[in-house]
């Protein structure tokens, strides 16, 4: 049989307080690099196992963190959720991930029984709706601002910068030569398609083009399905365009789809840029321009901000917006090689 040891043993093998131990556990505090490697040293060697539970009785809160996701399948929030998960571990937190399918039904749902099982806090990926609980449980809500959102407010928001990654997106299409640029996007699900379109709209006035409201397409939904469609109706409809700004690249990858059933081809006759920078974009043929929101800080920062919330009880930082970039690619007329607009081949999707 193993031989169990406890913290207090640790702390003696390695000649430290038992204080010293938690901080290098948990990474918090003061301690320097050859007290951490002692310390790990002799959890390794005994092969040493928080005991969370006891500790969760004790102070009448689970080391666990609820992760609240709309859609686990989405490359982009799989990412995200993903490296959150990853850095909560690092710092000794376990994580129960909850998916709503967008649904505000099984949304409240989760928060209900995240709540009944006294989970530390709660962190919202893309959700739209504000929740409480009595001023007792850190939340925070990460890539997606909620209802009654205010820039000066309480309420913990992390998110990219949407407006000027539709900026940037348009504003390449522009500089390549397009003047008759249309939108796709799903801006019933949230604020950020909304600000996307913003940002477009933006980069539009710089250019002394006009967005007309046909130019607009609006689905349902975030999805290949809803993006191929509404692409085959605009053009069976008489819609011209020779430019496309998505504002996701799902919706990207399902307008190819549709202008491909129409004889249309990318970027020869229509030039296309997406949003999150997926790896379904690098990799689609051609491949798709799109806007880089950086997950990795994003969810340093919902870490961050979780645990200064919960051994504090106060961030500092309430709002955080995070810059984006264009990696350009074949779909919006960029040669990677050259990083130049070509506008004189045409590439058969």
Request: proline share 3%; glycine share 8%; net charge negative.
């Amino acid at each position: 049989m193993e031989e169990k040891i406890n913290i207090k043993q640790i702390a003696e093998l390695a000649g430290v307080s038992v204080a010293t131990v938690s901080h290098v556990m948990n990474q918090n505090g003061r301690f320097s690099a050859e007290t951490e490697r002692r310390v790990k040293d002799v959890i390794e060697k005994y092969r040493y196992i928080p005991n969370t539970v006891a500790k969760g009785l004790r102070t009448n809160r689970m080391q666990v963190i609820g992760i609240i996701v709309p859609d686990i399948v989405n490359n982009y929030f799989a990412r995200l959720v993903r490296k959150t998960e990853k850095l909560f571990f690092e710092r000794g937190y376990s994580t129960v991930i909850c998916n709503t399918d967008e649904s505000r039904e099984l949304e409240q749902r989760h928060v209900q029984t995240l709540i009944s099982q006294q989970v530390t806090g709660i962190i919202f990926i893309s959700g739209r709706y504000c929740y409480e609980a009595g001023g007792r449980l850190p939340m925070i809500y990460v890539d997606r601002r909620p209802e009654g959102f205010a820039e000066s407010g309480d309420m913990i928001v992390i998110e990219s910068d949407n407006e000027e990654g539709g900026y940037l997106s348009a504003e390449s299409l522009l500089r390549g030569g397009c003047r008759r640029l249309a939108v796709l996007l799903a801006s019933g699900l949230d604020y950020n398609h909304k600000a996307r379109l913003a940002g477009c709209e933006r980069a539009l006035r710089d250019y002394g083009v006009s967005l007309l409201p046909g130019q607009v397409m609006d689905v349902a939904e975030n999805s290949f399905g809803a993006a191929r469609e509404a692409i085959k109706k605009a053009i069976d409809t008489g819609l011209e365009f020779d430019a496309l700004m998505c504002t996701t690249d799902e919706l990207a990858i399902g307008a190819i789809l549709g202008l491909r059933e129409r004889g249309r081809s990318v970027p020869g006759d229509v030039r296309i840029t997406g949003f999150d920078d997926t790896a379904m974009a690098a990799a689609y043929n051609p491949p798709i321009s799109s806007i880089h929101q950086n997950v990795d800080r994003m969810a340093a920062c919902s870490v961050d901000a979780m645990l200064e919330l919960v051994e504090n009880g106060r961030t500092e930082k309430t709002y955080q917006k995070l810059p984006v970039h264009l990696v350009e690619r074949e779909s919006s007329g960029i040669s990677a090689e050259t990083s130049e607009c070509t506008g004189s081949f045409r590439m058969e999707i």
